[in-house]
């Protein structure tokens, strides 16, 4: 046998140390991830219901046609919305690796003041050009009306994700969830009730809904400047140094959010000239309600970029290829038990919103295996971009742009609202598609284990579980028994073929996390 001090025993302690080290990472790295997740996703999941209420209460309010005038229009200003938001991503890239409060505070305002400038600009085309819009469409004016009031707002819309995407750099879950998904839900829905009751007028509801961001972006950016010490810096040492990294960062992301909005919004515009405004409802609830099953997603994405980006700065290889594969798996336990309901009962989900959309009810597993698709990829876009492959996302996102442009058109034309949700459906598979491709070319990173499997097994009995219900129940007391029975089912399922030790490990220690926290009040 090799003696203690022999090269083939210190290699082995050295590989010993390493996994330690790695396992040590990638532990601190997903509870970061996690807790992030966990105090986010009752947020993010009161935001929904919220939302739905809102949408329930303006499609049961108003005309589907109505809605769905009011619903292209503020897709349209949201298409703009996200072009600007181009240029937040270095937020989340930079503001983790900051040197120093001058290197921070710098960065911040040179973030917010390219966006705040991008956004005006955008407002102000948007309103000269609502005239235009209006005549091509043959929308009416009151098309018109929802698209000026959306243009005026879009300065403070972007404020609030700015300031967002800020809490997000800094890790404070506390102030994102309250920020984003409460008080932002909130009032939305209030305006909404009262723009539905008291005035029985879209357009205040319109004006009620911009208000309400302006607000409370401007209330959490008070709240950051006095808890966090931030700033404005104009005259900081290396100004121009951060202003050309940070424009040089997010120049591509900026240029392929085109493309990238595109994909997302492109298809109201296709509604707007080809199509009805019940289809443009109709297609509005369908994107909500498959938003709701990328809640896993949306929860993990919320603290999961300035974590890789630290990562990827340490150069901690070992440990991001393994948070991708864990986070990627969790993701797809709670996806897959969220989707399986929605489709199996779309007739009851799509009947909230009015017996108008209960005859598109057969569209609906288009849009929830569209985001189940996204959703299994896990956090392929962002890990591209905090390994600063935004280049390479930016060749994806314009060649995906392209086929759907190709596709797409001719797919409205000759199917009108079916063939716009198979372009949806082949969009998202297409994009996280070749994005999960280019992840593994460029950094090795892929989201798939052999342990991705046993969600996917478990989601078989859920579904037929849940189907057996609606064979033998009725309506409403298949949606509720047939649920919970089949995600009972569903979690013996995966407790029987079990799961990881760094999975245990993150369940304990986030346990031990709350149980403190509790004890201590």
């Given at each position: 046998m090799p003696s203690a001090s022999s090269p083939e025993s210190d290699t082995a302690r050295s590989d010993e140390h390493s996994e330690a080290s790695v396992e040590a990472t990638l532990d601190d790295a997903l509870e970061r991830v996690a807790h992030g997740a966990t105090v986010s996703i009752p947020g993010i999941l009161f935001q929904r219901a919220l939302t739905l209420a809102f949408t329930a209460v303006l499609t049961n309010g108003f005309s589907a046609g109505a809605y769905g005038v009011f619903a292209v229009a503020r897709r349209l200003q949201r298409f703009l919305l996200h072009l600007a938001l181009g240029f937040r991503s270095g937020l989340s890239r930079f503001l983790p690796n900051a040197d120093s409060d001058a290197e921070r505070d710098a960065l911040l305002t040179v973030a917010s003041l390219l966006l705040l400038g991008v956004a005006t600009l955008f407002g102000?085309?948007?309103?000269?050009?609502?005239?235009?819009?209006?005549?091509?469409?043959?929308?009416?004016?009151?098309?018109?009306?929802?698209?000026?009031?959306?243009?005026?707002?879009?300065?403070?819309?972007?404020?609030?994700?700015?300031?967002?995407?800020?809490?997000?750099?800094?890790?404070?879950?506390?102030p994102l969830t309250l920020t984003l998904r409460i008080a932002v839900p909130t009032g939305q829905l209030l305006v909404g009730v009262a723009g539905t009751i008291l005035f029985a007028d879209l357009a205040a509801v319109a004006l009620g809904v911009v208000a309400v961001m302006g607000l409370v972006g401007v209330v959490a950016a008070v709240w950051l400047a006095r808890d966090r010490g931030v700033r404005p810096r104009l005259r900081t040492d290396g100004e121009g140094s951060i202003w050309r990294r940070y424009v040089r960062y997010t120049a591509p992301l900026f240029a392929g959010g085109f493309a990238t909005?595109?994909?997302?919004?492109?298809?109201?515009?296709?509604?707007?000239?080809f199509l009805s405004g019940v289809a443009g409802g109709v297609f509005s609830v369908g994107v909500l309600l498959g938003s709701l099953v990328r809640l896993p997603l949306m929860g993990i994405n919320q603290f999961i970029p300035p974590v890789a980006a630290a990562l990827h700065e340490e150069e901690s290889r070992a440990a991001l290829s393994r948070l991708y594969h864990v986070t990627?798996?969790?993701?797809?336990?709670?996806?897959?038990?969220?989707?399986?309901?929605?489709?199996v009962y779309r007739e009851a989900v799509m009947a909230l919103f009015g017996p108008t959309f209960v005859e598109y009810a057969p569209l609906l597993p288009g849009f929830v295996v569209a985001q189940y698709g996204a959703c299994a990829a896990g956090s392929v876009g962002i890990l591209l971009t905090m390994t600063d492959n935004q280049r390479a996302l930016l060749l994806v996102n314009t060649v995906v742009t392209l086929l759907l442009i190709a596709v797409a058109v001719p797919l409205t034309l000759a199917y009108d609202l079916p063939g716009l949700v198979a372009s949806y459906l082949l969009m998202l598979t297409l994009n996280n598609?070749?994005?999960?491709?280019?992840?593994?070319?460029?950094?090795?990173?892929?989201?798939?284990?052999?342990?991705?499997?046993?969600?996917?097994?478990?989601?078989?009995?859920?579904?037929?579980?849940?189907?057996?219900?609606?064979?033998?129940?009725?309506?409403?007391?298949?949606?509720?028994?047939?649920?919970?029975?089949?995600?009972?089912?569903?979690?013996?399922?995966?407790?029987?073929?079990?799961?990881?030790?760094?999975?245990?490990?993150?369940?304990?220690t986030l346990l031990d996390r709350y149980r403190t926290r509790l004890s201590r009040r």
């Open positions: 102000a085309a948007l309103y000269v050009a609502t005239p235009l819009a209006v005549t091509v469409t043959g929308e009416g004016e009151r098309f018109g009306t929802f698209l000026r009031i959306f243009a005026v707002g879009l300065p403070a819309s972007v404020w609030l994700f700015t300031v967002a995407e800020m809490f997000r750099g800094f890790e404070a879950v506390g909005v595109v994909q997302r919004l492109g298809f109201y515009p296709l509604i707007a000239l990627s798996r969790i993701v797809l336990v709670g996806v897959t038990a969220l989707s399986v309901p929605v489709v598609g070749f994005e999960v491709a280019v992840l593994y070319r460029l950094e090795g990173l892929q989201p798939f284990t052999r342990l991705h499997l046993q969600p996917i097994a478990a989601g078989a009995v859920l579904a037929a579980v849940t189907l057996g219900a609606k064979a033998t129940l009725p309506s409403t007391t298949a949606l509720v028994v047939g649920t919970a029975a089949g995600l009972a089912a569903y979690a013996a399922v995966l407790r029987w073929l079990g799961f990881t030790p760094t999975e245990r490990r993150l369940a304990e």
